[in-house]
């Protein structure tokens, strides 16, 4: 296995990543149209899944997130980047790959979270609501990502910089 595969592996799950949010968020938007009896069992399905079956993904999705997070934030310490979310959206002299690299990393764990939420709306509520699964994804993985991400990056800069002072 080659140096490029690993990349190229990764540049395909983060655009599948992607195109699954768009086609879910477009099948979604054509199923079930938007009105205020749709918004409310939105929410209402959202925070039933704490107390329903499969729980624990609750914590599997947030720890998964985590670990993609660890390596991630080192390595933008190391590197000397500033903060990941900020720099990525509103830096102009940060790299433009910026977001690409966070997607990459988060891919994965997305992609978890989708499949998860899937699974436990057949299980529960024997149908299935596309954009309800996105969103879950996004409470559950990506929020948590950038959230550590950031975190990482403080201690690990903190770390770094009292390692050098000694």
């Given at each position: 296995m080659t140096v490029a595969q690993p990349i190229d592996f990764s540049r395909i799950l983060s655009w599948l990543a992607l195109a699954?949010?768009?086609?879910l968020l477009a099948l979604g938007a054509y199923r079930y149209g938007w009105s205020v009896e749709i918004h409310r069992r939105f929410w209402a399905d959202i925070f039933e899944r704490v107390h329903g079956p499969m729980s624990f993904r609750f914590y599997?999705?947030?720890?998964?997130a985590l670990i993609a997070a660890v390596p991630d934030g080192i390595r933008d310490t190391r590197l000397g980047h500033k903060s990941f979310f900020w720099s990525?959206?509103?830096d102009r002299s940060a790299p433009a790959g910026r977001l690409r690299e966070g997607l990459a990393s988060i891919a994965r764990v997305m992609l978890?979270?989708?499949s998860m939420d899937v699974i436990y709306q057949f299980k529960a509520l024997d149908r299935f609501y596309p954009v309800e699964a996105l969103m879950m994804a996004l409470l559950l993985a990506v929020i948590p990502y950038f959230v550590f991400r950031w975190i990482v990056e403080r201690v690990a800069s903190w770390w770094l910089g009292r390692k050098e002072g000694a």
């Amino acid at each position: 296995m080659t140096v490029a595969q690993p990349i190229d592996f990764s540049r395909i799950l983060s655009w599948l990543a992607l195109a699954l949010a768009a086609v879910l968020l477009a099948l979604g938007a054509y199923r079930y149209g938007w009105s205020v009896e749709i918004h409310r069992r939105f929410w209402a399905d959202i925070f039933e899944r704490v107390h329903g079956p499969m729980s624990f993904r609750f914590y599997l999705q947030p720890t998964m997130a985590l670990i993609a997070a660890v390596p991630d934030g080192i390595r933008d310490t190391r590197l000397g980047h500033k903060s990941f979310f900020w720099s990525a959206w509103w830096d102009r002299s940060a790299p433009a790959g910026r977001l690409r690299e966070g997607l990459a990393s988060i891919a994965r764990v997305m992609l978890l979270g989708i499949s998860m939420d899937v699974i436990y709306q057949f299980k529960a509520l024997d149908r299935f609501y596309p954009v309800e699964a996105l969103m879950m994804a996004l409470l559950l993985a990506v929020i948590p990502y950038f959230v550590f991400r950031w975190i990482v990056e403080r201690v690990a800069s903190w770390w770094l910089g009292r390692k050098e002072g000694a």
